[in-house]
């Protein structure tokens, strides 16, 4: 077991002023909030913002290949950078040093938005803290194990996903069938 800390740099995020209509006009920086961050842990849309905007600001750039966990308000929610994003103060970017295979932690974090969910703490916002992130521990197998694993629930998905389309597929069939009788 080892803490993020110790395989990965943890970064959190801002927002630029919503009074500077400079920041949010004309950008070309992707700009994540929680509201992006879909249930099947992908980013769902973007706004942009400014190069001016993130230099300005708390935002920072979650680089391709991070995993970008929500930590505050929605708590439980996570997503896979597949390319660069600022972000927001609600999430955090755990960003795997070289010898992480970076969807290793994608997978890991399954049990680490479980855990932050369970975890977060306040009454009108909910979350947990930078600190409490990089404490939290995974198992962490030498880099070929990563890979293998990865290799494996990757595959996995593919059988998951053609499941559910041929199911997709049954059901309005069978809609088709019982709308004649």
Same mark, same amino acid.
């Given at each position: 077991m080892v803490e993020l800390n110790k395989i990965s740099r943890?970064?959190?995020g801002g927002t630029p002023s919503k009074q500077n209509d400079e920041y949010w006009t004309n950008g070309t920086v992707k700009w994540l909030s929680a509201k992006y961050i879909g249930e099947d842990q992908s980013v769902k849309g973007f706004d942009l913002i400014t190069e001016e905007a993130v230099k300005d600001s708390a935002t920072k750039i979650a680089?391709?290949?991070s995993t970008i966990l929500v930590s505050r308000v929605s708590v439980g929610k996570f997503a896979f950078a597949d390319q660069d994003y600022a972000i927001n103060q609600d999430l955090t970017a755990i960003i795997p040093?070289?010898?992480v295979e970076p969807k290793y932690i994608l997978y890991a974090s399954f049990d680490l938005a479980s855990r932050i969910s369970n975890d977060?703490?306040?009454i $009108? #916002?909910?979350g947990v803290t930078r600190d409490y992130i990089e404490r939290l521990e995974i198992p962490l197998p030498d880099i070929e194990v990563q890979?293998?694993?990865?290799e494996e629930i990757e595959k996995e998905e593919v059988v998951i996903t053609s499941n559910k389309n041929l199911i997709e597929i049954m059901e309005k069939k069978i809609e $088709? #069938?019982?709308s004649e009788i």
């Open positions: 943890i970064i959190g680089p391709k290949n040093n070289e010898d977060a703490q306040g $009108g #916002v909910r890979k293998r694993m990865v $088709g #069938v019982l």
